[in-house]
T-cell receptor, first 114, second 112 residues
Framework: AQSVTQPDIHITVSEGASLELRCNYSYGATPYLFWYVQSPGQGLQLLLKYFSGDTLVQGIKGFEAEFKRSQSSFNLRKPSVHWSDAAEYFCAVGETQGAQKLVFGQGTRLTINP | NAGVTQTPKFQVLKTGQSMTLQCAQDMNHNSMYWYRQDPGMGLRLIYYSASEGTTDKGEVPNGYNVSRLNKREFSLRLESAAPSQTSVYFC???????????FGNGTRLTVT
């Protein structure tokens, strides 16, 4: 069965510092991978997605992620975080034939120190 | 530009009571989904509807029923609420396989 692990429950970084959020997945076929962000009291918003092709994908808000098949990873990165990036981040994997049945990781809560 | 609208935003139920969570989307999407979010567990799929007229179980369907009323609306019903169903419920929709899910803002349900 497919699964997603986000090893870090909570990360704190200083504003302007670089960020990397880890995501490891288990999936039998070529995975479809997503990163979503959730601000308090809100639904989830798509940051970026990987289906095929270039393993480095660019998303919104200056985020990028790299798909590494050999490591079963899809880590999210940002060179310089802003206070507005404080939120919860979810990695997801799934199939997209017909409906998107996604499996989400547990989430990583990001706190930004001024 | 409403997107995905969920009602109500908050609800408190007593054990054994029933209720229906409503979801509507105005993006002409084919597929709709219900997820629940619990601390430390991410989001888990309850039920989904790949297209109008079809519904299927997700990962955690027990204790729930759904109705795809038309292309726009997808409701989730709790027939006899239990404290284990205390959660935040999200409705989402998507157009076709590779397009991203669009989420509503959630319904926070507490069962006492």
């Amino acid at each position: 069965a497919q699964s997603v692990t986000q090893p870090d429950i909570h990360i704190t970084v200083s504003e302007g510092a670089s960020l990397e959020l880890r995501c490891n997945y288990s999936y039998g076929a070529t995975p479809y991978l997503f990163w979503y962000v959730q601000s308090p009291g809100q639904g989830l918003q798509l940051l970026l997605k990987y289906f095929s092709g270039d393993t480095l994908v660019q998303g919104i808000k200056g985020f990028e992620a790299e798909f590494k098949r050999s490591q079963s990873s899809f880590n999210l990165r940002k060179p310089s975080v802003h206070w507005s990036d404080a939120a919860e981040y979810f990695c997801a994997v799934g199939e997209t034939q017909g409906a998107q049945k996604l499996v989400f990781g547990q989430g990583t809560r990001l706190t930004i120190n001024p | 530009n409403a997107g995905v609208t969920q009602t109500p935003k908050f609800q408190v139920l007593k054990t054994g009571q029933s209720m229906t969570l409503q979801c509507a989307q105005d993006m002409n999407h084919n597929s709709m989904y219900w997820y629940r979010q619990d601390p430390g567990m991410g989001l888990r799929l309850i039920y989904y509807s790949a297209s109008e007229g079809t519904t299927d179980k997700g990962e955690v369907p027990n204790g729930y029923n759904v109705s795809r009323l038309n292309k726009r609306e997808f409701s989730l019903r709790l027939e006899s609420a239990a404290p284990s169903q205390t959660s935040v419920y999200f409705c989402a929709s998507s157009s076709r396989g590779t397009e991203p899910l669009h989420f509503g803002n959630g319904t926070r349900l507490t069962v006492t």
